[in-house]
């Protein structure tokens, strides 16, 4: 089942989707700018393979849930994010306030 719904961040939305694959979920917290995700996300990919897409994302671990993505630390993110002042452990939140 995939769900798609509206997220409310402090007042601006973003767009969340929850991909139920079997074992595992696929969560993602997006606007017209960039992005952040569940582990599944491969920023080595983005940063070496697809580099010249400027592709502004970020990964957490250990997600199981949307909210859980907001709140959990970004442990890796694309070379582009820098961009937007977004670094390694900051929140979910954080980052996609910097995107706003």
Do not use: Q
């Amino acid at each position: 089942m995939i769900t798609i719904n509206p997220l409310d961040v402090e007042g601006i939305i973003f767009t969340a989707i929850r991909v139920e694959l079997p074992k595992t979920n696929l969560l993602i917290i997006a606007n017209e700018i960039g992005y952040i995700m569940c582990a599944a996300l491969d920023v080595n990919v983005l940063n070496e393979r697809l580099k010249e897409r400027k592709v502004i994302a970020g990964r957490a671990s250990g997600v199981r849930t949307i909210d859980d993505l907001l709140h959990a630390p970004l442990e890796m993110i694309t070379d582009a994010s820098k961009e937007y002042d977004w670094r390694v452990g900051m929140t979910g939140k954080e980052a996609l306030l910097k995107i706003a």
